[in-house]
């Protein structure tokens, strides 16, 4: 990892606390707001001690574009928790035949980015 890329991911590792540390539910509740934290912490912490033997760059640089989304995301819709994707079984078509394995790899390139590692960790 590059001095520059170690940088980056400590940065976005604070900003998370800070942003935890801030955190109000949009529910203006305390025990939700108190709920949130902890899960926003909790998946901090989590995500960050799976990856953090990870040295293959475009590993990395795909870790950080996860957690800058989910960043996002959560400050846009007030909400901490991944916005799950909706798709019926077999709603993706393979290019040749409608076998499961091919069904199965298209539903994962589907996924959004910043789900990649929900799955994983839940």
């Known amino acids: 990892m590059t001095t520059a890329t170690r940088q980056e991911v400590l940065g976005l590792y604070r900003s ?5 540390r801030k955190w109000r539910a949009a529910s203006g509740q305390m025990e939700d707001t108190v709920k949130e934290k902890q899960y926003i912490l909790s998946e901090a912490r989590t995500l960050f001690q799976k990856n953090k033997n990870l040295t293959d760059p475009d590993l990395i640089k795909q870790c950080i574009d ?15 928790y991944p916005r799950p994707i909706h798709l019926p079984p ?3 078509t393979p290019l040749r035949g409608r076998r499961l394995q091919s069904q199965e790899k298209l539903r994962k390139l589907s996924k959004p980015v910043y789900l990649q590692s929900h799955d994983e960790v839940s």
């Open 16 to 20: 998370i606390f800070r942003l935890a």
């Open 66 to 80: 996860e957690c800058t989304a989910r960043i996002e995301i959560g400050l846009h819709y007030q909400i901490p």
């Open 90 to 92: 077999m709603a993706l």
